[in-house]
Structure formats: C-alpha cells, structure tokens
C-alpha cells in the first residue's frame, strides 16, 4: 500500500516529465484512433446499410479483438522493426474490431419501417445513410469509438516493454531509473487518462443522441445480441 500512496507525490515532484510522456502517449493513441476509425467505420456502416457481410465482419472482428497486444506487437517488430511504427499498428488491431462491429450494428438495427419510408419520399440510397440511418446509429456508433478509444489508450504502454515508443509505458517499464514510486505513478497516471477519455467520449455520445432515444437504448445489449446472432445474408 505504501508504494501506491508514495506515487501521488511522485507525479507532483515530476510534473514536467509526466506531461511529456502524456503528451506523447496520448499522439500515439489519438494517430492510431483515426487510423481506426477510417478504416472501420466506412466499411461497417456501408455493410448495415446494405444488411450483408455481417455475420463475416462481425467474426472477423471477433478474431482481431482474441489477438493479445503483446503478441502482435511483438511479430510486427519481426516485420517492421522497432519504433513507434509498429505500436501504432498494433493499436489498429485492436481498435478496428470493435469501431467496426458498432458501426455495422448501429446502421443494421435501425428501424426497418424508418428507412422504408424514407425510400418511399424518393430519397436516394445514399441520402437515406446519410439524413436517417447514420443519424439514429450515431449514439451506437459512438459507443463503439468510446470503447476503442479507452482500449487504445490504456494498451500504448505496451510499447515500452518491447522496446517501442509507450509514452508513460516508459516509465512503467524503467523501474531502475524510476523507482517503484515512478511505476506506480506513472501507472496511475494512464488510470486516470482512460478515465477521462471514458469521460469526454461519453458526453460527446449523449451529445449525439436524440433527446427521444436517452435513456432507452441499452447499447451493451444491442452489441452483444448483434455479435452472438447477427443477421444471415440477405435477410430483408
């Protein structure tokens, strides 16, 4: 207990330090966020709206998120080499999953009756994603980047102990210049930072949602029952 007690004051004797490392923590984790979410958020939205490929997606996504960090941070140092490179790509991995299965489940579960009569106005398939669909999957959607977001940030010190860049990872993993009092303070440090960032993503998704729908929507439920029993293939 007294080595935890004894980071508080660690961090405040080492201001400047820490927020370097955070400063560095936190480009890494937000460059591997965007990444992320260009890549997953196109392809799980088009796929909802098109209610197809999900059974695939979803499972592929099952797959990446089994895949531990460590490990796959470790074979792309065989494949890239050390540097920040590498920890940023195997942030990727773990973030695409779970930004792509939210964003297929958030379009995919809109309601049916919404959209037919949106296309029976005459809007266009592409006016319906974007004026229907993607307005009443935002608070879905963003759920998921809030999830990936947290992951991301709590995972980048996983760098340091593979000999990349991990930002406050660097601390954590450098007991001999850092003491225990630095770990434990460091350590705290990244507690505190993906709660925050739990935070500041969670008011943006309550911003996002209608007024109508707070509150009504369990979204850990709607993503577990989508991932256990997505739609099959061409289901109307």
Not at 167 to 188: F, H, K, M, P, T
């Amino acid at each position: 207990m007294r080595p935890v007690i004894d980071g508080f004051p660690w961090i405040t004797d080492n201001l400047s330090l820490v927020f370097d490392k955070t400063g560095v923590h936190l480009l890494i984790a937000v460059l591997a966020l965007l990444i992320s979410i260009a890549i997953a958020m196109p392809v799980g939205v088009w796929l909802g709206h098109v209610h197809r490929g999900g059974f695939a997606a979803i499972n592929i996504s099952n797959v990446g998120r089994a895949l531990p960090s460590l490990a796959v941070i470790a074979i792309l140092i065989g494949v890239i080499g050390l540097g920040r490179n590498t920890l940023i790509v195997a942030l990727v991995v773990l973030a695409v999953p779970v930004i792509l299965t939210n964003a297929y489940v958030a379009v995919d579960t809109v309601d049916r009756d919404v959209v037919d009569a949106a296309r029976g106005m005459g809007l266009r398939e592409r006016q319906i994603l974007a004026r229907v669909e993607l307005p009443l999957g935002l608070p879905l959607l963003f759920a998921g980047i809030r999830t990936a977001a947290v992951f991301v940030v709590a995972t980048v010190p996983l760098g340091a102990l593979t000999g990349t860049d991990g930002g406050l990872g660097d601390i954590i993993a450098n007991q001999a210049s850092y003491r225990l009092e630095g770990v434990v303070g460091a350590a705290i440090c990244v507690a505190v930072l993906a709660l925050l960032i739990d935070g500041l993503f969670a008011a943006i998704q309550r911003a996002v949602t209608p007024r109508g729908l707070r509150g009504q929507i369990d979204f850990a439920a709607v993503q577990t029952a989508a991932a256990s029993n997505p739609q099959e293939e061409g289901t109307p």
